[in-house]
């Protein structure tokens, strides 16, 4: 709902934002030589931006209100490097898994709710990363080799009403129920 929206419904109101964003990287290799030198790098990124929001300013009057976001955001990285020489070898395998959704449930500064029933903002992000990173190698002489996998989940979850004492936003409601959920 945008800035300085008016609502005046009988029943019930609800705005909802709900994202799903999956990525995937695969790498897989084979080398045979005399002499070798390999790096295999998969990255996969998921990063979401899901936002239920009532404006700044707006003026709602219902039933209720229900201001709602959800955020799935999966990252799985997969590698795996084979690497054969005859006199010696060097090979890397490197696999990143990145997850950082922003997932958020939110009224604007100066906004003006009344409702009869409940008022309820709820955020909920649910997330996973997975980082795989594998390597053989085989060689007459020398082989040298790392292997790294690395993931990182940092997720944004927030549910909140916003005022301020010079633009405060006003509440009436039979209930007010604020949940920001990781999990």
Same mark, same amino acid.
């Given at each position: ?8 419904? #009988?029943?019930? /109101? ?10 995937? #990287? &695969? ?6 030589? @005399?002499?070798?030198?390999?790096? @295999?790098? +998969?990255?996969?990124? $998921? ?7 009532? !404006?700044?300013?707006?003026?709602? &009057?219902? !039933?209720? %209100? ?19 020489? !005859? %006199? ?11 997850? +950082?959704?922003? /997932?958020?449930?939110? /009224? ?7 409702? =009869? !029933?409940? %008022?309820? %903002?709820? $955020? ?8 795989? =990173? ?22 944004? /979850? =927030? =549910? ?9 936003? *006003? *509440? ?12």
């Amino acid at each position: 709902i945008g800035a300085g929206a008016v609502f005046n419904v #009988a029943s019930g /109101v609800s705005v909802r934002a709900d994202g799903v964003n999956q990525a995937k #990287a &695969k790498g897989r290799s084979i080398s045979v030589s @005399l002499v070798g030198m390999g790096l @295999l790098n +998969a990255t996969a990124t $998921a990063s979401g931006n899901d936002k239920a929001t009532v !404006g700044g300013g707006a003026n709602i &009057k219902a !039933g209720s %209100l229900l201001v709602q976001a959800n955020g799935i955001d999966h990252a799985d990285a997969d590698n795996d490097s084979t690497d054969i020489s !005859g %006199l010696g070898n060097i090979g890397f395998s490197i696999a990143s898994a990145t997850v +950082a959704p922003s /997932v958020g449930a939110r /009224v604007g500064e100066g906004s003006h709710i009344d409702v =009869a !029933g409940n %008022l309820t %903002l709820r $955020a909920s992000a649910v997330t996973d990363g997975d980082a795989t =990173a594998r390597r053989t190698g085989l060689s007459f002489g020398g082989d040298f080799g790392m292997i790294k996998g690395n993931s990182t989940v940092t997720p944004d /979850v =927030a =549910a909140m009403i916003d005022s301020s004492a010079v633009n405060p936003t *006003v *509440v009436k409601a039979g209930a007010v129920d604020i949940e920001a959920a990781h999990g």
